[in-house]
C-alpha cells in the first residue's frame, strides 16, 4: 500500500471542500471496497477524508410518505429497519443478499452504490483494463468472461456493476441527493446514477468532483409482493451471476429489475407490462440487444428461468 495522508471532516461542507482542494483525495466510509482496491493498488489515492463521522446516518420518513435514507446509514441498519422490512421488503432482502454480516455492518448505502466491479481483469494490475488504465484495452474481451456482462456493455469493456442493493433501488426508482462545494443539492434519478461504459468505462456514475452523496429518497411504498431471487456460485459471500428484483401485485402486473448482467442494474420499464403474459416474453424485452460472450451465454437463459421462478412464486403466494 502506498502512503497517503488523512484528514477526519466534521460537516459534509469540509468534506466536499477538501475534496475539490486537494488533488487525489478519495472519501472513505466504511471503507470495504476501497481499503481493498488500496492493498492491491489499483486505487491509490493521495490523501483520504473520512466521512464517517458527519452525521447523515439516519432513516427518516418524508412528506409523501417515502423514506430517506441518510448516506452513511450502514447496510445491517437499513436492511433491519422495521418500515423497510415492512414497505419495502425487496431493498432488505438485497441487502441480506449481499456480502457477509460483518462486511454489512460496515458497509455504507452511498458506498454500496459506489462499488466497483469484481471484474478480476480489473483487479490484476498485470492485465490490460480501460475501467482502471483508460485506452488500455480490455483483456476480458475474449479472456475469462463467465461472470461477465452481457447486455449495456460495450467495445471498451463488460464488466458488471456488482451491488445487490443498487437493483432494488433501481426496481424502487430511488432518488440519490448530493451537495457540492457551493452548497447547491443535486436530485439523480437512480435511472441515472450509473452510467453505462461506452468508450469511457472508467467514468461510473454522474457524479461531479466536488459532489458528495447525502442521502437515498425512497418514494411512497408501492404495495404487492417483493422479491429478491440471487442466483450465485455458492450459497453465501459470493456476487450474482442473475438477480432478479421483482414487485409482483395481486392482478398479476409489477415491475422488475436485473443485476449482474450489465454495467449498472439493469431495469426496461417496458418489460413491466410483459408480466402477466409470462417469463419469456418479459426476458424477450428486458434482453433486447444483448451480445453474451460464448462464456456467458448461459446467462441469456438463467435470467428467464430466474423470472420464471419469481413469477411462479408471486403466483403461490
Known sequence: MKAFTYERAGTPHEAVTALAQIPGAR?????????????????????????????????????????????????????????????????????????????????????????????????????????????????????????????????????????????????????????????QSRRIPIADFHRLPGKSPHIETSLNRDELITSVTLPPPLGGNHFYRKVRDRASYAFALVSVAAIIQKDGTGRIAVGGIAPKPWRVEAADSEIPKGSEAVAARLMAGASPTPANAFKVTLVERTLAAVIQEAKAS
Open 27 to 183: 472519501f472513505i466510509a466504511g471503507g470495504t471496497n476501497l481499503l481493498d482496491l488500496m492493498k492491491l493498488q489499483i486505487e491509490t489515492p493521495e490523501h483520504l477524508i473520512d466521512i464517517g463521522r458527519i452525521g447523515l446516518d439516519t432513516i427518516d420518513d418524508t412528506s409523501d410518505g417515502g423514506l430517506r435514507i441518510g448516506a452513511l446509514v450502514r447496510n445491517t441498519d437499513l436492511a433491519t429497519d422495521m418500515r423497510v422490512r415492512r414497505h419495502y421488503g425487496v431493498l432488505s432482502r438485497a441487502l441480506v443478499a449481499g456480502a457477509s454480516g460483518q462486511l454489512r455492518n460496515k458497509a455504507t448505502t452511498s458506498g454500496n452504490l459506489l462499488q466497483r466491479t469484481r471484474c478480476p481483469y480489473f483487479y490484476d494490475p498485470n492485465q490490460p483494463c480501460n475501467k482502471r488504465q483508460p485506452g488500455a484495452g480490455c483483456a476480458a474481451i475474449g479472456g475469462i468472461s463467465r461472470q461477465l456482462g452481457i447486455i449495456g456493455t460495450s467495445e471498451a469493456c463488460i464488466a458488471t456493476h456488482p451491488s445487490d442493493m443498487a437493483v432494488a433501488m433501481r426496481l424502487l426508482d430511488a432518488t440519490v441527493e448530493t451537495i457540492n462545494i457551493r452548497g
